[in-house]
């Protein structure tokens, strides 16, 4: 597959990747979840909780009352190992006191909204990139072994302050594997596009706007288009990243794209939109992987694999098992993407996360 973009024009199949083929074993590890009340964070210990018996996992977010809420969906009393923790990832001290004997370490934790970004630059700026900044230093100091931080679509080629606070977390962590010497944690970088039923998210709001009787859908732009993963696909991934490591790669999913547009016909197909323009700081595309990166990117089946530079035994071990090079100036973007759903495959993205889209759709009334 060297010098192809490795995607299959099928985009029905990139609808039901699961990517749990290589999930790793947390039976017996010690897990620190940052932003572990949020979307990500309670889709992770559902599926963690069914499928794990880890010695110990830490809920750490900043909202007291959706650290009661999740509390009372995943109990300490049923899941003994279960710790809630209140703090910021802003706060150096809190993070290092909290994480310390964990030996997973997942970053979720992060300002996400663009809108809000763009307003409040330094508060973005305080919890996307010292959070980020502050969770490596104390993963460095605690002993972890494995750090994997959830980064955007937005962090490449950004236009946008969230792309650009992404970009720098995922420089922050890359060029932690070099830092810490022999003994050092593993880091690396999930990337992925918008999560279906994550609040938030354009699909819960559009229900909404339906359900309450809206006599129309609005529309940034007919050509928008968007990745779109689901909240157990990207659970999975984040485990199977777990699994794979060497530590220095961007783990980038193969994913379906489509318009926004379509989506608004595929969850109310009666409505009539209406145009409103493009928010401040949004792309028409997103972009997953530019064109300057695809020299250091590798096509390992269901995923790419972008290699940090100076982390050639990494990229070594990756093409021993199989993983080849994309042609160079190749791009991922959601545009170009050969895997585009039409709106019975959209259905069927949205069938695969209705539960979420119900919760997402309750937390937005």
């Given at each position: 597959m060297a010098g192809s973009s490795g995607a299959s024009?099928?985009?029905?199949?990139?609808?039901?990747?699961?990517?749990?083929g290589t999930a790793c074993d947390l039976d017996g590890a010690s897990i620190f979840l940052t932003g572990g009340t949020g979307s990500f964070g309670h889709r992770f210990l559902d599926i963690v909780t069914r499928r794990f018996r880890p010695r110990a996992l830490?809920?750490?977010?900043?909202?007291?009352?959706?650290?009661?809420?999740?509390?009372?969906?995943?109990?300490?009393?049923?899941?003994?190992?279960?710790?809630?923790?209140?703090?910021?990832?802003?706060?150096a001290a809190r993070v290092a006191q909290v994480m310390h004997g964990s030996d997973i370490v997942i970053h979720a934790a992060a300002m996400k909204h663009v809108p809000v970004a763009e307003a409040n630059p330094f508060e973005c700026v305080q919890t996307n990139i010292h959070g980020a900044e502050n969770v490596v230093?104390?993963?460095?100091?605690?002993?972890?072994?494995?750090?994997?931080?959830?980064?955007?679509?937005?962090?490449?080629?950004?236009?946008?302050?969230?792309?650009?606070?992404?970009?720098?977390?995922?420089?922050?962590?890359?060029?932690?594997?070099?830092?810490?010497g022999g003994t050092a944690p593993r880091f690396?970088?999930?990337?992925?596009?918008?999560?279906?039923?994550?609040?938030?998210?354009?699909?819960?709001?559009?229900?909404?706007?339906?359900a309450d009787g809206a006599r129309d859908l609005p529309i940034t732009d007919p050509r928008m288009t968007r990745f779109w993963i689901t909240l157990e696909q990207g659970v999975n991934f984040v485990l199977s990243a777990l699994s794979d490591m060497q530590g220095g790669e961007i783990f980038v999913p193969k994913l379906p794209s489509m318009r926004t547009i379509d989506l608004a016909r595929?969850?109310?197909?009666?409505?009539?939109?209406?145009?409103?323009?493009?928010?401040?700081?949004?792309?028409?595309?997103?972009?997953?992987?530019?064109?300057?990166?695809?020299?250091?990117?590798?096509?390992?089946?269901?995923?790419?694999?972008?290699?940090?530079?100076?982390?050639?035994?990494?990229?070594?071990r990756w093409e021993e098992a199989g993983a080849a090079p994309v042609r160079d100036g190749w791009?991922?973007?959601?545009?170009?993407?050969p895997e585009q759903l039409d709106i019975p495959?959209?259905?069927?993205?949205?069938?695969l996360a209705r539960p979420a889209l119900r919760t997402a759709t309750a937390k937005a009334v």
């Open positions: 024009p099928d985009a029905r199949a990139a609808v039901l990747r699961d990517f749990s830490v809920v750490f977010s900043r909202d007291e009352l959706k650290q009661y809420e999740t509390a009372q969906r995943f109990s300490p009393e049923a899941f003994p190992y279960l710790k809630y923790a209140i703090g910021d990832v802003r706060d230093r104390a993963a460095m100091a605690c002993g972890a072994r494995k750090v994997v931080a959830l980064s955007s679509d937005k962090a490449a080629a950004p236009v946008n302050l969230y792309g650009a606070t992404k970009l720098a977390s995922d420089k922050i962590f890359i060029a932690a594997n070099a830092q810490g690396s970088v999930v990337r992925y596009g918008n999560v279906v039923g994550s609040r938030g998210s354009v699909a819960p709001f559009f229900q909404k706007l339906a595929a969850i109310a197909p009666g409505l009539p939109h209406r145009i409103v323009g493009a928010r401040p700081g949004e792309k028409l595309h997103e972009v997953m992987i530019t064109p300057d990166d695809s020299r250091s990117t590798l096509d390992a089946g269901d995923r790419y694999v972008v290699v940090a530079p100076g982390r050639e035994h990494v990229r070594r791009s991922y973007a959601s545009d170009t993407n495959g959209l259905q069927a993205l949205l069938g």
